[in-house]
């Protein structure tokens, strides 16, 4: 990419990012078949690779979609953290989170997420995250 901006063929970069979101979608295509193999281990070896490798919000949202299908929370916990590792700013994701951890019963847990989501120095979109946290508090009776 940086060999097509010098050259200001900006064209051909459209093609770079073509392979990039094909390059994610082939991770996801390749656990998918491991699973339809019953090789559910190798599935969560292919996506815990793809996510170090090539960390995007899709693959993170596929991963965890499979892991909430299986019903295997302690997975999610885990990838839910990597997610927030990779970006800490996007508002959804730390409330689909503490939402989890409310779901499953964790009064302590939730809250906590929302708070040390508030305390992020940047965030996309505050407002969404503070209405959550304050309907989250309603529900609670607090």
Not at 93 to 112: N, Q
Request: proline letters at 4%; a neutral charge.
């Amino acid at each position: 990419m940086y060999f097509h901006c010098k050259r200001r063929d900006i064209g051909n970069d459209t093609s770079i990012y073509g392979l990039i979101m094909l390059f994610m979608k082939m991770w996801l295509l390749y656990a998918q078949f491991e699973i339809r193999q019953k090789e559910l281990a190798t599935a969560r070896k292919v996506l815990w690779t793809a996510i170090g490798k090539c960390p995007k919000p899709k693959l993170f949202k596929g991963y965890l979609e499979l892991e909430l299908q299986l019903r295997e929370f302690n997975h999610c916990h885990k990838i839910f953290q990597k997610y927030l590792e990779y970006d800490p700013v996007i508002s959804i994701t730390w409330i689909k989170y503490a939402e989890l951890e409310a779901l499953l019963g964790d009064v302590e847990r939730s809250p906590a997420i929302y708070n040390f989501a508030i305390n992020q120095p940047l965030m996309d979109m505050p407002e969404v995250l503070w209405k959550s946290f304050i309907d989250f508090e309603t529900e609670q009776g607090e």
